[in-house]
């Protein structure tokens, strides 16, 4: 082979004129070759797979590096630049990966391969690629994803310390569909939380999340070492908004400014009179004191046909500071989707009251049609009460009293959502204004049963005073009636069954369980005291099938459907002829 080069290189080289058009096509045939060879070599050629450590030995080289996406930033710098930051891991240590004109984004814990140019700036190294096709992986490098609870991460954070789990729970703040990065709580309950924890999302999640919404989000826990507390990491995309809930608005007091800002970014309701100048439009409250508002188009449209100028309404939007204004403003046109005004709903207690109350007591006939909440739960004899203007407690809940004109036969649960036609009269006795009830509408549902715990005590028991709440403990039977006991003590609580109870029937017997009732307060039929029971009482069964939730969880079933397997036969059935509902 090396002689056949050298002859072939040796008739190229030789000056005879008789071979010198011979020797030009060698050379371009030649010269063909090469290039293709160089070409061929460019294309199967594969970067070398390098080591995070060893990059230091690869600036400006295109190489692959291959590990575990442990975060990412979608639009870094929010300027709409297709740019994502990623962080990479091996077992060696961790490096940045810029990528441009991106591609389907992996999943925190995915095992991928990433191409890309090392680049060294004043020292630190990170990975630049380009396409769509500079990261991949493989169906077997997604991570395995468990669902936990609040609850379980409290139990024992460390044995979750960075794996990828999801979580279901509440938002404390509202997040911005731009915002990059947002430090935010999550909770398992939206105005009584019993966990919380520091919520880290990087990425913007491109819709605005409200305050209290609920959220599944799946992401890493991970030790924050600066302010010694567990926090939550996750990118805004994978926080996914839960259907069926929608968060409450926040109602604004006039004289609750100072705490305004603790609202930013939420959605707000605030009661007042409108005027409008020119294009300005301004909120003034009881006392003169104002804020600005920004109508929707819809709403300015609507302002002439309404009479929106001069009058008393409740004005709904996302609380923003406004730098044109310098004050703050109720914005209609930011990520809410509704308007500003609503000149068809039924007024709402804050505005009715907060606008101008003085000139209401002038018109004691006038009937008005207020959109309220129940307070409490009203027993069926219970007359007088108080309206509220949130379905759960909120700081700065507007409430005042109310009457009805009789009695009822059945209970209004607290939190239960009203239309009521009502009139405005001053209670002498007690030196305030009051509702008169002339007639009412039931509309929406109460709030779900509240969770009690038997270490809360009897003072925070009795915040859940007439109220249907759930409590986990095992029925007994004693010699004056049901008592409910808490596993292991010999602590205890009154039962009042329910007519056909399956709580404690014979395929339910002796097995702790949850327990739904309603709470009540009593006098002890023998000692001068009070004590709490459980009327109307009877295990928890979500699915109506006769068999209590904590049954069904314990045997694998699902508690939302009255057939596990689908096979026709009842999951109570198939319990009770000793078959498998799973089956």
């Known amino acids: 082979m090396a002689d056949a080069l050298k002859d072939i290189m040796l008739k190229i080289t030789d000056d005879d004129p008789a071979t010198r058009g011979q020797k030009l096509w060698v050379m371009f045939a030649l010269a063909i070759f090469l290039v293709a060879s160089l070409n061929w070599y460019a294309m199967v050629r594969?970067?070398?797979?390098?080591?995070?450590?060893?990059?230091?030995?690869?600036?400006r080289e295109t190489v692959l590096v291959e590990g575990?996406?442990?975060?990412?930033?979608?639009?870094?710098?929010?300027?709409?630049?297709?740019?994502?930051?990623?962080?990479?891991?091996?077992?060696?240590?961790v490096i940045s990966v810029r990528w441009y004109s991106t591609g389907d984004k992996p999943p925190i814990g995915t095992n991928v391969t990433v191409m890309g140019t090392v680049n060294d700036y004043n020292g630190r190294f990170y990975l630049q690629s380009t396409g769509a096709g500079a990261i991949w992986w493989e169906p077997e490098g997604l991570p395995q994803v468990q669902r936990l609870t609040l609850s379980d991460l409290a139990v024992d954070p460390e044995s979750y310390l960075g794996e990828i789990v999801t979580i279901t729970g509440f938002i404390s703040e509202a997040?911005?569909?731009?915002?990059?990065?947002?430090?935010?709580?999550?909770?398992?309950?939206?105005?009584?939380?019993?966990?919380?924890?520091?919520?880290?999302?990087?990425?913007?999640?491109?819709?605005?999340i409200e305050a209290n919404s609920k959220v599944e989000i799946t992401g890493m826990l991970a030790y924050q070492e600066t302010s010694l507390r567990w926090a939550f990491l996750t990118q805004g995309p994978e926080i996914i908004l839960v259907d069926g809930y929608k968060p409450q608005v926040n109602n604004l007091e006039w004289a609750g400014e100072a705490t305004w800002s603790y609202q930013s970014g939420s959605m707000v309701s605030m009661a007042g009179t409108v005027l409008i100048t020119g294009n300005q439009?301004?909120?003034?409250?009881?006392?003169?004191?104002?804020?600005?508002?920004?109508?929707?188009?819809?709403?300015?449209?609507?302002?002439?046909?309404?009479?929106?100028?001069?009058?008393?309404?409740?004005?709904?939007?996302?609380?923003?500071?406004?730098?044109?204004?310098?004050?703050w403003c109720i914005d209609a046109n930011n990520g809410n989707g509704t308007n500003l005004i609503d000149p068809m709903s039924a007024m709402s207690m804050q505005a009715m009251l907060s606008a101008n109350p003085a000139s209401m007591l002038q018109t004691p006939d006038k009937q008005y049609t207020l959109r309220t909440f129940m307070q409490y739960a009203f027993e069926p004899l219970d007359t007088d009460g108080y309206f509220v203007d949130s379905q759960i407690y909120t700081y700065g809940q507007t409430r005042v009293a109310m009457s009805f004109p009789s009695t009822r036969t059945e209970w209004i649960e607290a939190g239960q959502g009203l239309v009521a036609n009502v009139t405005v009269s001053w209670d002498d006795e007690k030196m305030m204004m009051r509702l008169m009830v002339q007639s009412y509408q039931l509309v929406g549902e109460p709030p779900a049963?509240?969770?009690?715990?038997?270490?809360?005590?009897?003072?925070?028991?009795?915040?859940?005073?007439?109220?249907?709440?759930?409590?986990?403990?095992?029925?007994?039977?004693?010699?004056?009636?049901?008592?409910?006991?808490?596993?292991?003590?010999?602590?205890?609580?009154?039962?009042?069954l329910d007519l056909n109870p399956?709580?404690?029937?014979?395929?339910?017997?002796?097995?702790?369980?949850?327990?739904?009732?309603?709470?009540?307060?009593?006098?002890?039929?023998?000692?001068?005291?009070?004590?709490?029971?459980?009327?109307?009482?009877?295990?928890?069964?979500?699915?109506g099938d006769r068999v209590a939730d904590s049954l069904e969880s314990a045997n694998g079933m699902n508690i939302n459907s009255p057939d596990t397997d689908g096979d026709g036969d009842s999951d109570r059935l198939e319990l009770e002829e000793d078959s498998n509902p799973n089956a």
């Open 46 to 59: 594969e970067p070398q797979v390098v080591q995070v450590e060893d990059l230091v030995n690869h600036n």
């Open 68 to 93: 575990t996406v442990i975060s990412w930033i979608n639009d870094r710098y929010g300027n709409g630049e297709d740019r994502v930051d990623l962080v990479l891991e091996d077992e060696t240590g």
């Open 175 to 208: 997040i911005n569909k731009d915002a990059v990065y947002t430090s935010a709580y999550i909770t398992d309950h939206p105005g009584n939380a019993a966990h919380q924890m520091q919520l880290l999302v990087q990425s913007a999640p491109g819709v605005w």
């Open 281 to 327: 439009w301004t909120l003034f409250g009881p006392s003169g004191n104002m804020m600005c508002i920004l109508p929707t188009d819809e709403d300015i449209i609507n302002a002439d046909q309404y009479g929106y100028n001069g009058s008393a309404y409740a004005a709904t939007g996302r609380l923003m500071w406004n730098d044109d204004r310098s004050m």
């Open 449 to 496: 049963p509240e969770a009690l715990l038997w270490d809360d005590g009897a003072t925070q028991w009795g915040y859940s005073q007439n109220k249907h709440v759930l409590l986990n403990g095992k029925a007994m039977l004693e010699d004056d009636g049901w008592y409910l006991y808490r596993d292991g003590s010999s602590q205890s609580i009154r039962l009042n």
């Open 502 to 543: 399956i709580g404690t029937d014979d395929l339910h017997s002796n097995i702790s369980m949850t327990w739904v009732g309603r709470l009540r307060q009593v006098e002890h039929p023998s000692e001068v005291s009070l004590i709490f029971t459980l009327d109307d009482a009877d295990a928890l069964d979500t699915d």
